[in-house]
T-cell receptor
Framework: GQNIDQPTEMTATEGAIVQINCTYQTSGFNGLFWYQQHAGEAPTFLSYNVLDGLEEKGRFSSFLSRSKGYSYLLLKELQMKDSASYLCAFSDSNYQLIWGAGTKLIIKP | GAVVSQHPSRVICKSGTSVKIECRSLDFQATTMFWYRQFPKQSLMLMAT?????????EQGVEKDKFLINHASLTLSTLTVTSAHPEDSSFYIC?????????????FGPGTRLTVL
């Protein structure tokens, strides 16, 4: 079967670093996506990993281990505007996105 | 990336009425578009895949006669919620897939907040 799991909520302090983990199980895999979703808005693309390793993009980095079915999104130098839900999703053998429930990130001053 | 618009952004209707939501691709010819529904604090749930010029493919548990999808052109897909009831109140989001570099990325519309009284 397929499943994907990420924490429901995390809290971090402005200026700090936070890591949001995502684990998944699937027989067919065509990449792992991270999206950011602010309350009441549609998701926006953050990152894509299809090979193992770390992809860095400014303050955001995403890591993938295919053998472990594990990914994380690392956010550095947190800003108040980073308060949002972060959705991980994998692309299955049919290139359909299977979504996690999202991690609500709360940033405190 | 592709730009996707949705209309309306917010709609409130009475129970039993039908509501049409439009999803437009502004700069990309989309043969396939996706319709999602998202309840509060829950994940995106794929409802159906809209195919230009042919019937939509519905996910298990989604009633095709209740959620009518029409993809008449490469830039427009519509979702009609027929005989809406309060339990249909949700955030409806469309997206299209476009090859971006080495991956097929989904670009989302801004969403439509449906409230059925």
């Amino acid at each position: 079967g397929q499943n994907i799991d990420q924490p429901t909520e995390m809290t971090a302090t402005e200026g700090a670093i936070v890591q949001i983990n995502c684990t998944y199980q699937t027989s067919g895999f065509n990449g792992l996506f991270w999206y950011q979703q602010h309350a009441g808005e549609a998701p926006t693309f953050l990152s894509y990993n299809v090979l193992d390793g770390l992809e860095e993009k400014g303050r955001f980095s995403s890591f993938l281990s295919r053998s472990k079915g594990y990914s994380y999104l690392l956010l550095k130098e947190l800003q108040m505007k980073d308060s949002a839900s972060y959705l991980c999703a994998f692309s299955d053998s049919n290139y359909q996105l299977i979504w996690g429930a999202g991690t609500k990130l709360i940033i405190k001053p | 990336g592709a730009v996707v618009s949705q209309h309306p952004s917010r709609v409130i209707c009475k129970s039993g009425t039908s509501v049409k939501i439009e999803c437009r691709s502004l700069d990309f010819q989309a043969t396939t578009m996706f319709w999602y529904r998202q309840f509060p604090k829950q994940s995106l749930m794929l409802m159906a895949t809209s195919n230009e010029g042919s019937k939509a493919t519905y996910e298990q548990g989604v009633e095709k006669d209740k959620f009518l999808i029409n993809h008449a052109s490469l830039t427009l897909s519509t979702l009609t919620v027929t005989s809406a009831h309060p339990e249909d109140s949700s955030f409806y989001i469309c997206s299209l897939g476009a090859l971006t570099g080495d991956h097929n990325e989904q670009f989302f519309g801004p969403g439509t907040r449906l409230t059925v009284l």
